[in-house]
């Protein structure tokens, strides 16, 4: 296909066509499609067996055993506080298989820990002759680092508070169901605990006898690691079967295996985690996306909902890091004809998630597993053009690290703004639940302070943000240094930020708040480069993901102007067409600025046309460059010259061309401008039309024309090449947008001279064609 035809479809087509081969749609995740062969395969492993009153069945081959009936190696004690002293080996009775508490010898403990989500199995019986009641009756517990417990006890026929009953879990909830089994007869536990992720809570499922008692019970515990402990309450219970293996919460992932690195770890289907919701919106006219920035959590589910609210056609495509997105969408134009079945979507290993080519005013949701690993991924519109202006960033950061040995002391007074706590003696002091910063003080409502001590860790050296609010006081120093504070009798308002550099290693945290009276409210958080802010109390203000607010709105929300059936006409401070720019919009997607300074042709650009929200106040403040893309300038300075020959220098761009008077234009009844003014006791109309991919600009002049008169077409590297002129006019930059600046000009009679495409003036009308190079 020719390129001239390809932007014909372009510019007058509206819809694109199928895809020629029907292709399978992709699964969840954007990395494979359905029923793809080259997919990994699930890990194989064995089964558990069946467990009967006699003997427990075997573990299933991915996990690691704790309890196999033979020894306690696996566990050391955690003494009780009437127990004795001695070594961490454990006292339990091990035989037939079982363990058996001995009472007062103390819990049990594993001695490793857990990273990660798990299925944990074990089964336990209760004494076979019955002695006691309530909670004296066959009493235990089952305790996962950072999950409340799961209680054992024999509960068949045994009345007590519900959330103190066997597989309750403990001073929480009751399980939904009585599944209990008659008292020494075995029962199974399956409990499947899942770590808290970002942006969601951590999450317990308890299966007692075959039967869900507790079903995705959510919980405030960030901790991502912890061990397995059985309870002494001095009752004989048994354990046996006691085995755990990595919780698979998707399917693309290997459980206990390494997974193989591929270029990008994003096959992971987002299941039934909760969703981050994500929109972005095409802007009517200005070829950009609503945001070009915004962040996820490594393996977050996401669900990014793409508008196209755009009278063009727009796609959202995902690439790996570091990719030039600008020059993966421009290699397309080497086979248009496959881009073109391809739907404008790029062959390229780099690509990783896409949206289709939506037509004006569709949608289409993609939900995927953010990478694994943090950094900014980009996005772009590969549709012909787009890729400069129509790009951004998805950056995938985790949350930093939480404090630890998190410690508090109590104060009482009334004070009306942060006392000295160094001056004064503590009331009550002790741990702080989960070391997150928190006010559980059932005793005091009002009239108190409280200190937080404890360590953070900074993963780096550099700089670190902190952030503050409460109801009433805080105060938040690093290392002994005041970063941030908020003080006096207030309500939880904005968010306070300070700044502080940090070596790599530990540091000394203290958090100083007094509560006068009303709410109870402390928040504080920080973030990092590689992190981002992350809470360091359990209360968080709505809004706090973005931190304190800015100190003001730099920008205007855009007004972008729409071109349509006719032509649209802006006169303002343009970028590159000077302080009297006059920019006109042509239907068909080709826009110009033309300078009433210099009278001439400043700029043409195509794609949008421009955002008026720069100049909406007064005359506004400084330039607006064009919305569009592949903006070219020709040249710069004064259209025409009386040269002594066409090797003498052209004369040197001043603030307004010297001699030129400005006329004005006037409209036609299509509404096209023709640009008037005199020169030299000439008079010139200076018309432009927009045809597909390329401006037709005719200049027609009334008078004498004067010997050795030119005109000046373009300047810089120029090519004599097939009938025309390549011209590359050298790199342009526009409010911080950079430009190749290449074209391709016919004019017949048109002459290189040194860097200046020159056309001499013999007669009353002059035309010339600016397109851009294939």
Not at 110 to 115: E, I, L, Q, V, W
Not at 283 to 308: C, H, L, S, W
Not at 315 to 340: H, R, S
Not at 597 to 607: D, V
Request: aromatic share 10%; net charge positive.
């Amino acid at each position: 296909m020719r390129l001239s035809s390809l932007l014909v479809f372009l510019g007058l087509v509206g819809h694109l066509p199928a895809a020629e081969k029907k292709e399978q749609p992709m699964t969840p995740g954007g990395v494979y499609r359905a029923h793809d062969m080259q997919r990994p395969r699930p890990q194989v492993i064995s089964p558990p067996g069946f467990s009967t009153h006699e003997k427990a069945g075997s573990p299933p081959s991915d996990a690691k055993i704790l309890f196999d009936g033979k020894d306690l190696s696996h566990w050391k004690r955690e003494p009780r506080k009437d127990s004795g002293t001695g070594d961490d080996k454990p006292q339990w009775k091990v035989e037939n298989g079982y363990m058996e508490i001995v009472g007062r010898s103390g819990s049990i403990r594993t001695r490793d820990t857990f990273k990660g989500d798990g299925h944990l199995h074990l089964e336990w019986a209760t004494p076979a002759t019955v002695a006691g009641n309530g909670q004296g009756r066959g009493n235990s517990g089952v305790f996962i680092g950072g999950f409340p417990e799961i209680q054992v006890l024999d509960s068949y026929q045994n009345d007590t508070y519900p959330d103190g009953q066997a597989s309750g879990l403990y001073s929480h909830y009751p399980p939904m169901v009585n599944a209990s089994r008659k008292p020494g007869e075995w029962q199974t536990y399956d409990i499947f605990f899942e770590r808290a992720k970002p942006g969601a809570k951590a999450k317990l499922t308890v299966i007692h006898n075959g039967i869900v008692v507790h079903f995705q019970r959510e919980f405030d515990s960030i901790a991502q690691e912890g061990d397995l402990m059985l309870q002494d309450h001095l009752n004989p219970v048994r354990f046996r079967n006691i085995w755990l293996r990595p919780l698979r919460v998707d399917s693309d992932k290997a459980g206990l295996l390494t997974p193989a690195k591929a270029a990008i770890e994003i096959k992971k289907s987002p299941g039934s985690a909760p969703l981050k919701i994500i929109r972005i919106k095409t802007m009517t006219a200005q070829m950009k996306y609503d945001q070009n920035e915004f962040v996820v959590r490594p393996g977050e589910a996401v669900k990014v909902i793409f508008e196209n609210g755009d009278d063009l056609p727009h796609n959202i495509v995902f690439c790996q890091p570091g990719t030039d997105t600008a020059a993966m969408a421009l290699k397309q134009m080497e086979n248009v004809e496959a881009a073109l079945k391809r739907n404008w979507v790029p062959d390229d290993k780099r690509v990783w998630l896409h949206s289709k080519m939506l037509n004006p005013h569709e949608e289409e949701a993609l939900t995927f597993t953010a990478p694994e690993k943090a950094g900014d991924y980009p996005f772009v519109c590969t549709f012909p053009g787009h890729a400069l202006t129509m790009n951004g960033k998805m950056k995938v950061l985790p949350l930093g690290d939480g404090l630890k040995d998190l410690k508090f002391a109590l104060y009482q007074g009334a004070w009306k703004s942060l006392p000295d706590f160094s001056k004064l003696k503590p009331h009550r002091e002790g741990m702080v639940e989960d070391n997150l910063i928190q006010i559980k003080l059932d005793d005091y409502k009002n009239e108190f302070g409280v200190v937080f001590t404890g360590k953070l860790h900074a993963p780096r050296k550099g700089s670190y943000r902190f952030y503050i609010t409460g109801d009433d006081g805080v105060r938040l120093l690093v290392d002994g240094k005041n970063i941030v504070e908020f003080d006096g009798i207030h309500p939880a308002g904005d968010i306070k930020e300070g700044s502080a550099q940090l070596e790599e290693g530990l540091h000394d945290f203290r958090l100083e708040y007094f509560q006068a009276g009303g709410d109870i409210a402390v928040f504080a958080a920080w973030k990092g480069s590689h992190f981002d802010i992350t809470p360091l109390s359990k209360w968080t203000p709505k809004g706090w993901e973005k931190g304190a607010k800015p100190k003001q709105k730099k920008d205007f929300d855009p007004i972008p102007l729409v071109v349509k059936n006719e032509p649209v006409i802006y006169r303002n401070f343009i970028a590159g067409a000077g302080n009297r720019g006059i920019a006109v919009g042509y239907p068909g997607g080709i826009s110009v600025a033309w300078s009433a300074e210099q009278m001439n042709l400043a700029l043409i650009w195509r794609g949008a046309f421009m955002d008026a929200s720069k100049h909406w106040n007064s005359r506004g403040g400084g330039y607006q460059a064009p919305l569009g893309y592949d903006v070219l300038s020709p040249s710069q300075g004064q259209p025409f010259a009386i040269l002594a020959t066409p090797e003498a220098a052209w004369p040197e761009k001043q603030e307004r061309a010297p001699g030129y008077a400005w006329k004005g234009y006037r409209l036609d009844t299509s509404r096209h401008p023709t640009f008037l003014y005199e020169w030299n006791g000439l008079k010139v109309a200076d018309r432009c039309a927009a045809a597909p991919n390329q401006l037709q600009r005719t200049l027609k002049i009334d008078g004498q024309v004067p010997a050795n008169m030119w005109l000046r077409i373009a300047s810089g590297k120029i090519e004599a090449k097939d009938g025309g002129f390549l011209i590359d006019a050298g790199k342009l930059n526009l409010e911080g947008r950079a430009f190749e600046n290449k074209l391709r000009i016919t004019a017949a009679g048109a002459r290189i001279v040194g860097g200046n495409l020159l056309l001499p003036i013999t007669g009353s009308e002059v035309s010339v064609t600016y397109s851009w190079p294939q």
